[in-house]
């Protein structure tokens, strides 16, 4: 996993973080009326949003999960469009991590790796990495991710996602 150099998209993706909680609660309950929200792929939603930061419209693929056993700690992971034309995965995690732990990732119990944290704000720590062939392949073709952090040095806490839909809503990106 590497890392991606663009931070101008930090203050939309923060914008964003306080309500893809409720964006997941609502989509469980019913329609959603929100108007940045423009589909559901999945397991996922797709979300676009004009921001003073960028010129027009900003879309991103987004799934929030809260961690196995420990519903009180939220993690988002985001998916978009990077300024080259590849996929940028971003993650934001709780405040009260382990920083130097990084994140992991298994796909379908496979090790992926781990990458270390970008930045961390009061809303929560980020993690990015620019989606290489091979993890967009593991993403499209993948069943189940699970994104590791540690709370203490002995404790990881794992947030499973589904990639169901995953394909589906990637190539919806503009």
Same mark, same amino acid.
């Given at each position: ?16 973080? =306080? ?8 989509? @469980? ?6 108007? =940045?929200?423009?589909?559901?792929? !999945?397991?996922? @939603? ?8 960028? =010129? ?11 961690? +196995? ?15 080259? !034309? ?9 405040? !009260? ?10 796909? +379908?119990?496979? +090790? ?9 704000? =009061? ?9 290489? +062939? ?19 040095? @002995?404790? !990881? ?18």
């Amino acid at each position: 996993m590497t890392f991606s150099g663009p931070i101008r998209l930090w203050l939309c993706v923060l914008a964003l973080f =306080a309500g893809f909680a409720a964006l997941n609660a609502s989509h @469980a309950a019913g329609p959603v009326t929100d108007p =940045a929200f423009k589909g559901v792929f !999945g397991d996922w @939603a797709l979300r676009c949003e004009s921001n003073a930061i960028a =010129a027009g419209e900003q879309c991103v693929l987004v799934q929030s999960v809260a961690a +196995d056993n420990k519903p009180d700690l939220q993690m988002v992971v985001i998916v978009l469009k990077g300024p080259n !034309g590849g996929y940028v995965l971003r993650i934001v995690v709780p405040l !009260g991590i382990i920083l130097p732990s990084g994140l992991g990732l298994k796909i +379908d119990n496979v +090790d992926i790796g781990r990458t270390g944290f970008m930045r961390c704000l =009061a809303n929560g720590c980020m993690a990015e990495v620019v989606m290489d +062939d091979n993890l967009l392949n593991r993403f499209t073709t993948g069943e189940s991710a699970l994104f590791v952090i540690f709370t203490s040095p @002995a404790e !990881g806490v794992g947030f499973p996602i589904r990639l169901a839909g995953f394909s589906n809503g990637v190539v919806k990106l503009p």
